[in-house]
Structures are given as C-alpha cells and as structure tokens.
C-alpha cells in the first residue's frame, strides 16, 4: 500500500509517517499545498491520502477533488484537528473515506486504513471472481437435476435494457455489495427444462414458473455459497425470486455493470447474467 502524507506541519507529517511505517505501510511522498499535492499524485500514483483540513491557500476538500480528478479510486482518509457535523457533511459529499481527528491515535489510524483498503480489495476480488462462480454453480445445478452440462458459447458485458425470450427470472442479491442474477429462456425452452427436472410434462405454467423460481434460486444460493466461502466477509444473501413473462418483455437496463454469457442446453439456450455494485461506502 502506497500513501502520501497531505498537512502543513512538519512535526505532523513526521508524526503520521512513524506511526505508518512502523505498521507496514509505504509512505511514498508528502505534500502542503494544493500543488504539491497535485504533484505528488501524478508522480507517486498512492493506493491512499491521508488529508489535512486547513492548508495554506486551500483546504483539504479541494485537494481531495485535484486527487480524484486525477485518479477516483485513490482513497482520502481526513486526519485534522477540526472535527464537527457540517465539515463531516462535506467530507462525505467529496468522496473522503474516513475522517480522524487530531491528536492522531496510532491504533484507530492504522485500523481505519485497513478497513477502508480492504472494502477496495474486496469489490476487486468480487467482480474478479464473480462470474466464473455463477457459471459453475449454473453448470453444476444442470449436472444435478437435469444430468446434462450446458456449454457457453458466448460472454459479454451487458448494461442495456433487452428483449426477453419470453421468461425472465430475477434474483436480488445482497450482502457488503448489492447486485442481482438473471436467467431468461423461451417458454418452450422453460417447458423442455421443467420436464427434464420433474421427469414429466409440468401440470401448468403455474407449476412451470415454480420450478424455474427455484431453479434460480438454488443457482444464486449455491453460487453466492461459494463466493462466501472464497472470503466470509463478502456476507451475500439472496432474496425470493421475481418472474416476468409473456409475449412482449423488455428488461431495462441494470443500472449496474453486468456480465452475460448464453448457455446452449440440451433444452435450448439460456441467458446468464450477474452483476454486482459498490453502492455506497460505509463511513468509517
């Protein structure tokens, strides 16, 4: 981990710096001014600021914008004496992480950096792994209940609202980020699956649509299962499922970055498609 010290005062800088290099950390640079600052970014490219509030010339909002213009995902942790309501209020609207207040205390510094570094490594180790998950756990239910494995033929991210097969079916997700799974397949499709699960002709499309909600369901579970056990804190739950159907349906779009693959199963093809959000942070 990569910081720069942002304050004006020398002895604060020596301060902040002992407490994070006798913890591990790489502190790459330090800066006063809203220049400086600007410089030292560029150049040292940091993982995290921390950030002064009252700086000669500017204040420490203005150079948290200067760092995010310059790189969003830099975190900018707040370290000043001033500390109340209105200036807590601005801190967060600028996109500032976490804000500790003067005199430092060298255990809440250093459990505060981590904390805000390990929701950043942990969005980074959910949207790496994600999506090979869910296709798995889509292959594996396959495997179980039907004895067939689908092949994916095809993936792409999908952010754009899509006409539907003819039955889609919805899974929120929730946990330390929010997203969603969707599975849509035609109804002849559906039909051919729900057979293959029961082992019969489905009685109606009442007991099609329960069978597939399910289906769904056991895919999310089994899949969110897994990312959970890949790493607990992640704490991803499912919620019911939601089923949309008929002639004419037009999923809008996600509002989150999604992947799709389509799956060609032994019942005809099948959309997959996952998607997961960093919503907002939670203040440290």
């Known amino acids: 981990m ?33 220049e400086e600052v600007k410089a030292v970014v560029k150049e040292k490219k940091p993982n995290l600021v921390t950030m002064d509030m009252t700086l000669p010339g500017t204040d420490g909002l203005e150079c948290t914008r200067a760092i995010h213009d310059i790189d969003k995902n830099i975190k900018v942790v707040v370290v000043s004496s001033m500390m109340d309501d209105e200036i807590v209020k601005k801190a967060k609207k600028n996109k500032v992480s976490a804000y500790i207040q003067k005199p430092v205390d060298a255990d809440e ?20 792994n994600y999506f090979i998950v869910f296709k798995e756990a889509l292959m594996d239910s396959f495997n179980k209940m039907t004895k067939t494995i689908p092949a994916y033929k095809q993936e792409y991210c999908s952010n754009n609202e899509f006409e539907s097969d003819g039955i889609t079916i919805i899974i929120g997700i929730s946990g330390k980020f929010s997203g969603r799974m969707l599975l849509d397949l ?18 109606n499309d009442d007991e099609m649509m329960a069978v597939l909600g399910e289906f769904a369901n056991i895919v999310s579970g089994n899949a969110c299962s897994m990312l959970n056990k890949k790493n607990k804190a992640l704490g991803l739950r499912v919620a019911p499922p939601s089923i949309l159907h008929g002639d004419s349906v037009l999923i809008s779009a996600p509002g989150l970055n999604t992947t799709a693959a389509i799956a060609e199963t032994g019942f005809g093809e099948l959309l997959l498609n996952v998607g997961f959000q960093r919503g907002e942070e939670k203040w440290i």
């Open 109 to 128: 510094l250093v459990t505060v950096i981590n904390r805000v570094m390990a929701s950043d490594e942990l969005y980074h180790f959910l949207d790496e």
């Open 186 to 203: 035609s109804k002849e499709t559906a039909k051919q699956l729900t057979a293959a699960i029961f082992r019969r002709e489905p009685k």
């Open 2 to 34: 990569r910081i720069v010290i942002v304050d004006d005062s020398s002895f604060s800088i020596a301060f902040i710096r002992e407490i994070l290099e006798k913890n591990g950390f790489d502190v790459v640079g330090e800066a006063g001014t809203l």
